[in-house]
């Protein structure tokens, strides 16, 4: 399990993303997210995003996704996909990338889709740069490597990775309606975060059964 804290100012928690890798009974990896968090004090937004892939997120077989507010609830077969569509990769799912990217090569270039409507697609492109030093928002002091994300040329999420992962992020989501929420996580612990969470985003997790 993987736990990043959520934060709308870069400083205080407002919710939580966990990750958890898994299999199918038929051999696929399965990379299984759930957010829950409060972009603003009245609405506490909660998605989980599964996808279902052949040792490479590239190869995703089939992926789905759930979310409110917005009544989101969608799934999706690669094979079932226009011509070509497939060949992207879910948003969500760029984490996996840039794990790779970690660990080895200059950049990574793909194509991105809608995580709700996945033949609307974007150019994207991971560039990883240099090791810099890095306060977290806890204030613990230490260095990471840099990996930005451009998409159709403009800059978008930037992510801090040491070797265990992915350490720190920027996000910028931008929804089918056009909204957005932009913030910082950062790698945390169940222990650590769980103190900052309100009985609303804590039952959104409770619920999505990920903690079990």
Do not use: K
């Amino acid at each position: 399990m993987h736990i990043h804290a959520l934060s709308n100012n870069g400083t205080t928690p407002d919710g939580a993303l966990i990750r958890r890798d898994a299999q199918t009974h038929d051999g696929l990896r399965v990379l299984d997210s759930v957010l829950a968090m409060r972009p603003t004090p009245d609405v506490v937004l909660r998605a989980r995003q599964r996808v279902e892939y052949d040792g490479d997120v590239r190869r995703w077989v089939r992926y789905s996704l759930q979310r409110e507010p917005g009544g989101v609830d969608v799934a999706f077969q690669r094979a079932d996909l226009p011509p070509g569509v497939g060949n992207g990769v879910p948003s969500f799912a760029r984490y996996l990338l840039v794990l790779e990217l970690a660990t080895v090569g200059s950049w990574v270039e793909y194509t991105q889709l809608d995580d709700a409507d996945p033949t609307r697609t974007q150019h994207a492109l991971l560039v990883r740069t240099d090791t810099q030093p890095l306060v977290l928002p806890d204030g613990v002091s230490t260095s990471a490597m840099r990996i930005d994300q451009l998409l159709d040329g403009s800059p978008a999420n930037a992510f801090w990775c040491d070797n265990f992962g992915v350490l720190q992020a920027d996000y910028i989501e931008t929804f089918p309606d056009g909204s957005q929420i932009t913030g910082v996580s950062w790698r945390t612990t169940w222990e650590g975060i769980e103190p900052w969470l309100d009985a609303e985003v804590r039952a959104a997790l409770d619920a999505s059964g990920i903690l079990a």
